[in-house]
């Protein structure tokens, strides 16, 4: 069950960052896929720190390219970055209390995150490196 669709809008026009871009599109994919198929919690749970590790290290790859580029708007996006890392993080916190995972919560809130993200921040950035 996919619940992110790689869109040509998603693009930045940087091929390391657009790539990136789609193998974390394949890893939540994948976890919702497991998730909706009674994966166990270890399995969830660990996809979930993998998923983190994933996006600390695009995120620094994406911070890199900003900084080089003198981005005006880099401020606002690294902030956003914060930001849905805690967001992630309070996801992970919540499967760990809980014991136990709401499959279409975890599906819903990772999609509105990816989501929001690239047609705010992302456009943006894709506009200035354009």
């Known amino acids: 069950m996919s619940v992110l669709e790689w869109k040509a809008e998603f693009s930045v026009g940087v091929p390391s960052i657009d790539h990136e871009h789609r193998e974390l599109i394949e890893s939540i994919n994948g976890l919702i896929d497991d998730a909706h198929h009674g994966g166990s919690y270890d399995k969830v749970s660990g996809a979930l720190g993998e998923i983190y590790t994933q996006i ?17 708007g880099y401020p606002e996006h690294k902030e956003d970055h914060e930001e849905l890392l805690d967001e992630l993080r309070d996801i992970m916190d919540r499967v760990d209390y809980d014991g136990a995972y709401d499959e279409d919560r975890l599906g819903t809130e990772l999609e509105r995150w990816f989501s929001i993200h690239f047609q705010t921040q992302d456009a943006r ?3 200035r490196l354009l």
């Open 56 to 72: 600390s290290a695009h995120f620094a790859l994406e911070e890199r390219i900003m900084r080089n580029a003198r981005y005006d």
């Open 125 to 127: 950035l894709h506009k």
